[in-house]
């Protein structure tokens, strides 16, 4: 999949035929619709070279010096992520809303003597920042909401996310038709890093039997991702398992959704710990080139 598609139409240009894309600029990529395997460059190395790998950012990187956040004004939908365009007016969403007295509050508002935020298109943190009550259980964050009507979205700097690594978890999705006896199971499952915040929280023996899981157990914002110890921690200190379980539930409708995999890429969906491991399936060519032999999940 190379992803390309054309950019949007413009004007002062002539048309034969009135369109919303252009086919006079140059096609943008679509990142979801572009395969997800490394790219050489054109002088022998690969794009990423010198870039920091993503499991070694510090822990709270959305706190760091020059973490950058973007002003996205009264709308919580943020720009270079995704989010379902229903949230933005669904008040059931859990929004990551900050507290006056956390310092990045006080960096994205930088409030007058009035205490008025003033708020830029673009705030770089200038020093490392301490967390705040609930921001300490984060691993990562997408949009923050400073006040009612005023969102930023964290952009994290360049990092580079390797193909193949050690101890992959298998990560699940999707939720299927309720089975007599069992209940609703997933419908998808891949594996992933489970050093890296890319899945949600879950958690097994809190409300049901042991192997039935709850999804987005103690979560602090819809389409937050923890790494698999910050999920492990939080289920097992309030006696629970993290499980590879035979059925789901979203106990909490108001504040909880099914995660149905109805998008048609992997980053669009939410994906869910479990503490099965999975196997990478690689195949190796003479020349020492690799790639990924099969998308089938082995579980062990």
């Given amino acids: 999949m190379t992803?390309?598609?054309?950019?949007?139409?413009?004007?002062?240009?002539?048309?034969?035929?009135?369109?919303?894309?252009?086919?006079?600029?140059?096609?943008?990529?679509?990142?979801?619709?572009?395969?997800?395997?490394?790219?050489?460059?054109?002088?022998?190395?690969?794009?990423?070279?010198?870039?920091?790998?993503?499991?070694?950012?510090?822990?709270?990187?959305?706190?760091?010096?020059?973490?950058?956040?973007?002003?996205?004004?009264?709308?919580s939908l943020p720009a270079r992520h995704f989010n379902p365009m229903h949230w933005d007016n669904d008040e059931s969403v859990k929004r990551f809303v900050l507290s006056p007295g956390s310092g990045l509050y006080q960096a994205l508002c930088s409030p007058s003597a009035d205490g008025s935020c003033n708020f830029s298109n673009i705030v770089t943190l200038d020093s490392n920042l301490l967390c705040f009550n609930k921001e300490c259980r984060l691993d990562d964050m997408v949009i923050v909401q400073v006040q009612h009507g005023a969102f930023y979205e964290y952009i994290r700097q360049?990092?580079?996310?390797?193909?193949?690594?050690?101890?992959?978890?298998?990560?699940?999705?999707?939720?299927?038709?309720?089975?007599?006896?069992?209940?609703?199971?997933?419908?998808?499952?891949?594996?992933?890093?489970?050093?890296?915040?890319?899945?949600?929280r879950s958690c097994c023996g809190v409300e049901r039997m042991n192997n039935t899981a709850t999804y987005n157990y103690n979560f602090e914002y819809h389409g937050e991702r923890v790494t698999y110890v910050s999920n492990t921690n939080e289920c097992t200190a309030n006696g629970g398992v993290v499980c590879d379980p035979n059925a789901l539930v979203a106990s909490y409708p108001v504040v909880n959704m099914r995660p149905e995999y109805n998008f048609p890429y992997p980053s669009q969906n939410a994906f869910y710990w479990t503490n099965a491991n999975c196997t990478q399936m690689?195949?190796?060519?003479?020349?020492?080139?690799?790639?990924?032999?099969?998308?089938k999940l082995l579980v062990s």
């Fill in 3 to 75: 992803g390309f598609s054309y950019t949007g139409r413009r004007g002062n240009v002539e048309e034969l035929f009135r369109s919303d894309k252009s086919r006079q600029d140059p096609l943008r990529i679509e990142v979801d619709g572009h395969d997800f395997f490394p790219k050489s460059s054109l002088d022998g190395g690969w794009l990423g070279d010198r870039y920091p790998l993503c499991v070694d950012l510090p822990k709270q990187h959305f706190l760091k010096l020059g973490a950058t956040f973007v002003f996205r004004g009264d709308s």
């Fill in 158 to 200: 360049p990092c580079v996310d390797l193909s193949f690594y050690k101890n992959p978890k298998k990560v699940i999705s999707g939720f299927a038709p309720a089975i007599r006896g069992i209940g609703r199971r997933h419908t998808h499952a891949m594996c992933a890093d489970p050093r890296t915040a890319v899945a949600a």
């Fill in 282 to 295: 690689v195949k190796v060519r003479e020349d020492g080139m690799m790639c990924v032999a099969s998308c």
